[in-house]
T-cell receptor, first 114, second 114 residues
Framework: AQSVTQLGSHVSVSEGALVLLRCNYS??????LFWYVQYPNQGLQLLLK??????LVKGINGFEAEFKKSETSFHLTKPSAHMSDAAEYFC????????????FGQGTRLTINP | EPEVTQTPSHQVTQMGQEVILRCVPI?????FYWYRQILGQKVEFLVS????????KSEIFDDQFSVERPDGSNFTLKIRSTKLEDSAMYFC????????????FGAGSRLTVL
């Protein structure tokens, strides 16, 4: 069965600092991996996805994530945090072939300090 | 940009009452989903729907739940007799294709069962 673990339910960084949100997954088949972001009172918006092409994936708003099979990780990073990055971030996994459901992590709330 | 719209944004109901949550998916999308998030917990898959029938459902989606696409635009989730533990944020999503295609989520409907 697939699962996702996000380390840290709450991460706080200073504006301009590096953002690192951790995600580890478990899957019996090659996974598709996703990061979604949820701003207050809004739906889940796709940041980026990994679908077995390049292991370093670039997304919107300057975010990127690296798929590391040996570590079963898909950590999300951004070199320099902006106040507008404050939101809840969800890592999710689905099977490579045909599965329609996403399995989500518990989410990480990112706070940006001025 | 096309979006998934959900109504109501918040509904309060008494235990045992029937609730219908409504969603208008993106017009050219063919796959439809409901997810829910109980406060403080993970976003969980409930059901996927394609070609006018359920294609996959989770253990949570028991006989109290049903989905319907009554016309060409709406996609509804009905809870027949609500329980306290049904209190959650319910997200509708749609995608062009199944598999690992990107899901577009709505802003959610918050259900409070008293």
């Amino acid at each position: 069965a697939q699962s996702v673990t996000q380390l840290g339910s709450h991460v706080s960084v200073s504006e301009g600092a590096l953002v690192l949100l951790r995600c580890n997954y478990s899957s019996s088949v090659p996974p598709y991996l996703f990061w979604y972001v949820q701003y207050p009172n809004q739906g889940l918006q796709l940041l980026l996805k990994y679908t077995s092409a390049a292991t370093l994936v670039k997304g919107i708003n300057g975010f990127e994530a690296e798929f590391k099979k040996s570590e079963t990780s898909f950590h999300l990073t951004k070199p320099s945090a902006h106040m507008s990055d404050a939101a809840e971030y969800f890592c999710a996994v689905s099977e490579e072939q045909g599965a329609q459901k996403l399995v989500f992590g518990q989410g990480t709330r990112l706070t940006i300090n001025p | 940009e096309p979006e998934v719209t959900q109504t109501p944004s918040h509904q309060v109901t008494q235990m045992g009452q029937e609730v219908i949550l409504r969603c208008v998916p993106i017009s050219n999308h063919l796959y439809f989903y409901w997810y829910r998030q109980i406060l403080g917990q993970k976003v969980e898959f409930l059901v996927s729907f394609y070609n006018n029938e359920i294609s996959e459902k989770s253990e949570i989606f028991d006989d109290q739940f049903s989905v319907e696409r009554p016309d060409g635009s709406n996609f509804t989730l009905k809870i027949r007799s609500t329980k306290l533990e049904d209190s959650a944020m319910y997200f509708c999503a749609s995608s062009v294709r199944g598999g690992a295609n990107v899901l577009t989520f709505g802003a959610g409907s918050r259900l409070t069962v008293l």
